[in-house]
T-cell receptor, first 115, second 111 residues
Framework: DQQVKQNSPSLSVQEGRISILNCDYT??????FLWYKKYPAEGPTFLIS?????DKNEDGRFTVFLNKSAKHLSLHIVPSQPGDSAVYFC??????????????FGTGTRLKVLA | DTAVSQTPKYLVTQMGNDKSIKCEQN?????MYWYKQDSKKFLKIMFS???????INETVPNRFSPKSPDKAHLNLHINSLELGDSAVYFC??????????FGPGTRLTVL
């Protein structure tokens, strides 16, 4: 049972345009979300996060939107650049009562930005 | 300077062998993790250590045994390797657990 889903395995966007990557989750108790970017043969690199008390977080060209009622998360990249071509993972977690955050990851969306 | 490093990057071995993967972080983090990414690209938590104490232990065969000699190191030892253990194993670390920083991964191939 997959609690975090990225239903689009791939996405192609023209350089300079907006890239929108989507993520859906099933557990309404998740309260912290992350986006990671991954290049081939490298580990995931942290991009941006959002807490469930917010509906938007922005960092440069990257903005994450959270719609709690729809249990939907999206990452907007604008403007898209060829170097953004990578696999993007979303991850969700419950705030721990003890210990640490245990993240559930989506299966990723491969973004290709065309020059 | 590499923040989270893993060795080896590639590991090819025969079924039934025992192997270890090492992980080191120089970020001063107190929590470290092992993840497995299988052929379907699912990235799943296996273990987590906080200050050398095991705090997450998912449903993983007991052939897998993590060892944390100190806060900066978390090693993964796998006994009696099976074909299904072939995957990419990622180490990660964090402070407070919210944002986790990943190593480059170790691609394990069991023949």
């Amino acid at each position: 049972d997959q609690q975090v889903k990225q239903n689009s395995p791939s996405l192609s966007v023209q350089e300079g345009r907006i890239s929108i990557l989507n993520c859906d989750y099933t557990n309404s108790m998740f309260d912290y979300f992350l986006w990671y970017k991954k290049y081939p043969a490298e580990g995931p690199t942290f991009l941006i996060s959002i807490s469930s008390i917010k509906d938007k977080n922005e960092d440069g060209r990257f903005t994450v939107f959270l719609n709690k009622s729809a249990k939907h998360l999206s990452l907007h990249i604008v403007p898209s650049q060829p170097g953004d071509s990578a696999v993007y993972f979303c991850a969700a977690a419950l705030s721990p009562t003890s210990g640490t955050y245990k993240y559930i990851f989506g299966t990723g969306t491969r973004l290709k930005v065309l020059a | 300077d590499t923040a989270v490093s893993q060795t080896p990057k590639y590991l090819v071995t025969q079924m039934g062998n025992d192997k270890s993967i090492k992980c080191e972080q120089n970020l001063g983090h107190d929590t470290m993790y092992w993840y497995k990414q299988d052929s379907k690209k699912f990235l799943k938590i296996m273990f987590s250590y906080n200050n050398k104490e095991l705090i997450i232990n998912e449903t993983v065969p007991n052939r897998f045994s993590p060892k944390s000699p100190d806060k900066a190191h978390l090693n993964l030892h796998i006994n009696s390797l099976e074909l299904g253990d072939s995957a990419v194993y990622f180490c990660a670390s964090s402070h407070s657990g919210r944002t986790q920083f990943f190593g480059p991964g170790t691609r394990l191939t069991v023949l």
